[in-house]
Nanobody, 112 residues
Framework: QVQLVESGGGLVQAGGSLRLSCTAS??????MGWYRQAPGNQRELVAV???????NYADSVKGRFTLSRDNAKNTVYLQMNSLKPEDTAVYYC????????WGPGTQVTVSS
């Protein structure tokens, strides 16, 4: 069973930046990425990347968030710049290999 360990959430003012990290306990040969869920909303895709290739982003974060992947470390990083209050949510790491794996979530709060 692969486990995902997340880090990097927190409280930041609007316009600020945060960097999320997610490390898998085993090799991931499928996609890795981040989803988020705000109170009262469904979980939504933020960004995802395959083993190779370019990341895909939600329209709401394009130009502000950057997803990168280090396959040697089984880790993905989400650099979040120009954060807005509407980015406030619990962010979940997702990885797909033999199964689909989820991290426990990390809270990101952006104050106005």
């Amino acid at each position: 069973q692969v486990q995902l360990v997340e880090s990097g959430g927190g409280l930041v003012q609007a316009g600020g930046s945060l960097r999320l990290s997610c490390t898998a306990s085993g090799s991931i040969f499928g996609t890795m990425g981040w989803y988020r869920q705000a109170p009262g909303n469904q979980r939504e895709l933020v960004a995802v990347v395959g083993l190779i290739g370019w990341p895909n982003y939600a329209d709401s974060v394009k130009g502000r968030f950057t997803l990168s992947r280090d396959n040697a470390k089984n880790t993905v990083y989400l650099q979040m710049n120009s954060l807005k209050p509407e980015d406030t949510a619990v962010y979940y790491c997702n990885a797909n290999g033999i199964g689909a794996y989820w991290g426990p979530g990390t809270q990101v709060t952006v104050s106005s």
